[in-house]
């Protein structure tokens, strides 16, 4: 069946240093979608990409869509503790369903 | 708005005993969805609903009923309860696919 694969599982940075999230599909996107979940929290939207090599900025956030639509990726620049949780992309495949990435988990210490 | 609620926040089962998960939305969206979230995993949807008297399976529907008579409301039924059900349920609800995804604060059910 269809697969979101997301890497790295875990990262762990010290405060102020940058992280990347990496989201990969075999086959074509129609779109994928990120969300933020806090600690004991629930997945909060923060971003649809649609069109092949798009790019979104959220403030220290930037969310790239790769050209084949097959991969997608999060950069945060210079990270902060309020970036602590585990970010989930989301794929859909022209269907009215997500599924979901295994997700990555940052940790940031001050 | 309240947005998406869900009952209750936490529970404990006996194997084999039933329940049912609620979840109400008040965003007149006509989507929504049930996820389970598994220690460490993603999501992994388990029915959805694209309107009242709607639904249909996701990934893992084993274990597992739903119904969706009006539009705001999406329970979730567990009628033979086993452990492997044990995991944390989301219910989400959206005004369209693919759209933006408004999840609940989520019911921690355990099963020994």
């Known amino acids: 069946g269809q697969q979101v694969m997301q890497i790295p599982q875990y990262q762990h940075v010290q405060e102020g240093e940058d992280f990347t999230t990496y989201c990969n599909s075999s086959?074509?996107?129609?779109?994928i979608q990120w969300y933020k979940q806090r600690p004991g929290g629930h997945p909060v939207f923060l971003i649809q990409?649609?069109?092949?090599?798009e790019v979104k900025k959220q403030k220290r956030l930037t969310f790239q869509f790769g050209e084949a639509k097959k991969n997608s990726s999060l950069h945060i620049t210079a990270t902060q503790t309020t970036d602590v949780g585990t970010y989930f992309c989301?794929?859909?495949?022209?269907?009215?369903?997500?599924?979901f990435g295994t997700g990555t988990r940052l940790q940031v210490f001050p | 708005n309240a947005g998406v609620t869900q009952t209750p926040k936490f529970r404990i089962l006996k194997i084999g005993q039933s329940m049912t998960l609620q979840c109400t939305q008040d965003?007149?969206?006509?989507?929504m969805y049930w996820y389970r979230q598994d220690p460490g995993m993603g999501l992994k949807l388990i029915y959805y609903?694209?309107?009242?008297?709607?639904?249909d399976k996701g990934e893992v529907p084993n274990g597992y009923n739903v119904s969706r008579s009006t539009t705001e409301d999406f329970p979730l039924r567990l009628e033979l309860a086993a452990p492997s059900q044990t995991s944390v349920y989301f219910c989400?609800?959206?005004?369209?696919?693919?759209?933006?995804?408004?999840f609940g604060p989520g019911t921690r059910l355990t099963v020994t």
């Open positions: 989400a609800s959206s005004y369209k696919p693919p759209g933006e995804q408004y």
């Open positions: 086959t074509t996107l129609s779109n």
């Open positions: 990409l649609v069109k092949s090599g």
């Open positions: 989301a794929g859909s495949y022209n269907t009215d369903k997500l599924i």
């Open positions: 965003m007149n969206h006509n989507y």
């Open positions: 609903s694209v309107g009242a008297g709607i639904t």
